[in-house]
Nanobody
Framework: QVQLVESGGGLVQPGGSLRLSCAAS????????MGWFRQTPGKERELVAT???????NYADSAKGRFTISRDNAMNTVYLQMNSLKPEDTAVYYC??????????????WGQGTQVTVSS
């Protein structure tokens, strides 16, 4: 099994910044990609940003120009730097990884989520 532990959420004023971190551990043979998703009550979970093993990045339109995803491959850790935060960014943010736990078996794994609240 693969475990993900997120940190860095909290309360921030509009226009402020937060940095989320997520560390993957456990039976990791190879990580394919890591990413961040978010969810608000009554809505489906949506992609925020992903980064693959080669460093390729993908952002939701709402995140482009404000959020930056990065990764420390040696530490199996992914970060999300969020700048110019808006009230509509308020959500529970989930870390996810697609990883092989052995040479033939891959799966998607999720963290427990961290609350981000943007409010004055």
């Amino acid at each position: 099994q693969v475990q993900l532990v997120e940190s860095g959420g909290g309360l921030v004023q509009p226009g402020g910044s937060l940095r989320l971190s997520c560390a993957a551990s456990g039976s990791i043979f190879r990580i394919i990609a890591m990413g961040w998703f978010r969810q608000t009550p009554g809505k489906e979970r949506e992609l925020v940003a992903t980064i693959n093993a080669g460093g390729g990045r993908n952002y939701a339109d709402s995140a482009k120009g404000r959020f930056t995803i990065s990764r420390d491959n040696a530490m199996n850790t992914v970060y999300l730097q969020m700048n110019s935060l808006k009230p509509e960014d308020t959500a529970v943010y989930y870390c996810s990884t697609r990883a092989y736990s052995d040479p033939k078996l891959w799966d998607d794994y999720w963290g427990q989520g961290t609350q981000v609240t943007v409010s004055s």
